[in-house]
C-alpha cells in the first residue's frame, strides 16, 4: 500500500488502493478467497486488508496483462516505464514489474469517469498502462 500511494504522489499510474474490511461472512461465502500454497489451501483472514480497486467498468473496458511487442507502440504513456524503473530501483523493489494494459471496448471509446487519471476520455487510440503489484518494495521481507 505505501509503494502504490508513493507511486501515485509522483505521479505514476497506479489503481487507487485502500484499506478495506472482510468480514468473516464474505470469506464463508466466497470459495475464491483462499491462499494456495503447493499442499494446502488456507482461507483467507477476515479483518482490515489492502483492497486494490478495478480500473473501470468491466462492461467497457478491457484489461491485458501482456501484449506483442508491434502492440507495444499503441500504449499512450509508454514513458511511464522509464518512471516505474526509477522509482522500482528508488524502492528496492525486488520483484519483476507487473502491469495491466487498458482498452476501452465501449461504442463511443471513452475509458469513462472511472479511469480517467490513468486514461483520459476520446477515440480508442490505442492503450494506456497501469502499473500494480508494488508488494515487494523496500526489499520485501528482508
Known amino acids: 500500500m505505501l509503494g502504490t500511494r508513493l507511486a501515485s504522489r509522483l505521479g505514476l499510474p497506479t489503481a487507487p488502493v485502500a484499506i478495506i474490511d472482510v468480514s468473516e461472512e464474505l470469506i464463508r461465502l466466497t470459495p475464491d478467497l483462499v491462499m494456495e500454497h503447493p499442499r494446502h489451501r488456507f482461507p483467507c483472514?477476515?479483518?482490515?486488508?489492502?483492497?486494490?480497486r478495478y480500473p473501470g467498468d468491466p462492461r467497457r473496458l478491457t484489461l491485458h496483462d501482456f501484449l506483442p511487442d508491434q502492440q507495444l507502440q499503441?500504449?499512450?504513456?509508454?514513458?511511464?516505464?522509464?518512471?516505474m524503473l526509477i522509482f522500482d530501483k528508488?524502492?528496492?523493489?525486488?520483484?519483476?514489474?507487473?502491469?495491466?494494459?487498458?482498452a476501452d471496448l465501449?461504442?463511443?471509446?471513452?475509458?469513462?469517469?472511472?479511469?480517467?487519471?490513468?486514461?483520459?476520455?476520446?477515440a480508442f487510440g490505442g492503450y494506456r498502462?497501469?502499473?500494480?503489484?508494488?508488494?515487494?518494495?523496500?526489499n520485501a521481507g528482508e
Open 45 to 52: 483472514h477476515a479483518g482490515p486488508q489492502f483492497g486494490s
Open 129 to 138: 498502462t497501469l502499473m500494480i503489484d508494488q508488494g515487494f518494495c523496500f
Open 74 to 83: 499503441q500504449v499512450e504513456n509508454l514513458h511511464d516505464f522509464a518512471g
Open 90 to 102: 528508488w524502492t528496492c523493489n525486488t520483484n519483476g514489474r507487473q502491469t495491466l494494459f487498458l
Open 106 to 122: 465501449s461504442p463511443t471509446g471513452g475509458m469513462g469517469a472511472d479511469v480517467e487519471a490513468v486514461a483520459p476520455s476520446g
